[in-house]
């Protein structure tokens, strides 16, 4: 008997989810095809990788050695993929993704022309929905990866910058800022704002700037805080207020003049974006491709 991927990358995910059952539900297998090939390994090296009990399992000496191993031929396979997909052009298959609202309703968009065109036999599902949904449908693996706009810290969740942006501050037709061609970040501090929900990425790289620059969040005055880009963006349009937001996603309200992006003197509101997905998954080559593409863009070169 050989060694094989398949057998680490299940003995990995055991060890890691801390049961059979748990480990047989994030790899769609049944329990006793994951115990035999956990036991097809142990017959393997000739010894006992796991100690089973009741509520819990535990590594032996040997399954710990076992187990840096383990994790480097699964991040091996990825890097593999990643390498060859830029030479796999007749991929076929679906990928399931979910993207945070700027990036699913903004950025993607407008990149999923290009890639169509190069896979045009990917089919691609996407789920516009909030950072804490995305994570909770990788988790129970409905989708293979999803794109966020701010980092998360999660123990089962592999993280990757793959995209850059900016905000910009954006006021409305008629404003007294609109047309200057620099202002102080001060200056904009004294004026009503309009802004995204807290816990939103654009609201957590606003008001993490602002506290670089001495300005505390709490101080500015808010009139209203919304929950999607497009209701602030109405709202800005309405003159409720100004606000921080993508400049991926008021390019149509900037080029029809109903909304202006006004620059800030010495100040720049940088921020990634960033993809997901489970530590114990392979990826398909599918999503390795999407990333890969991602990533080999300049993404002010699309928006």
């Given at each position: 008997m050989a060694l094989n991927f398949h057998q680490l990358h299940i003995f990995y995910t055991v060890a890691e989810r801390g049961s059979f059952s748990a480990a047989a539900g994030a790899l769609h297998m049944t329990q006793p095809a994951v115990t035999m090939q956990v036991q097809s390994?142990?017959?393997?090296?000739?010894?006992?990788?796991?100690?089973r009990s009741t509520k819990r399992i535990d590594l032996t000496e040997a399954g710990k050695a076992l187990m840096p191993y383990a994790r480097r031929s699964i991040?091996?396979?990825?890097?593999?993929?990643?390498?060859?997909?830029?030479?796999t052009r007749q991929l076929k298959g679906k990928l399931q993704l979910?993207?945070?609202?700027?990036?699913?309703?903004?950025?993607?968009?407008?990149l999923l022309g290009p890639f169509g065109t190069e896979f045009p036999h990917i089919t691609i599902s996407m789920k516009v929905i909030n950072t804490a949904q995305i994570m909770?449908?990788?988790?129970?693996?409905?989708?293979n990866f999803g794109l966020i706009e701010a980092p998360v810290n999660h123990p089962d969740m592999h993280m990757e910058a793959?995209?850059?942006?900016e905000l910009k501050l954006i006021v409305p037709k008629g404003h007294p800022l609109a047309g200057r061609t620099d202002v102080m970040l001060d200056e904009v501090a004294d004026y009503p704002f309009v802004l995204r929900e807290q816990g939103s990425g654009t609201r957590l790289v606003m008001e993490e700037q602002l506290k670089r620059k001495n300005i505390d969040p709490a101080d500015l005055k808010i009139v209203m805080e919304l929950g999607s880009t497009g209701a602030v963006k109405s709202a800005v349009e309405a003159g409720l207020g100004i606000s921080f937001l993508s400049a991926s996603s008021v390019k149509h309200e900037v080029a029809l003049g109903l909304l202006h992006i006004v620059p800030i003197h010495n100040v720049r509101f940088r921020r990634q974006f960033y993809s997901i997905y489970l530590k114990s998954a392979v990826l398909p080559i599918s999503a390795v491709t999407f990333l890969t593409f991602l990533r080999e863009r300049d993404l002010q070169q699309w928006l």
């Open positions: 390994l142990e017959d393997y090296f000739g010894t006992k990788l796991l100690l991040e091996l396979i990825r890097d593999t993929d990643q390498a060859m997909s830029t030479f979910g993207a945070s609202l700027t990036i699913g309703e903004y950025i993607l968009p407008r909770e449908d990788i988790l129970n693996h409905q989708l793959v995209m850059s942006d």
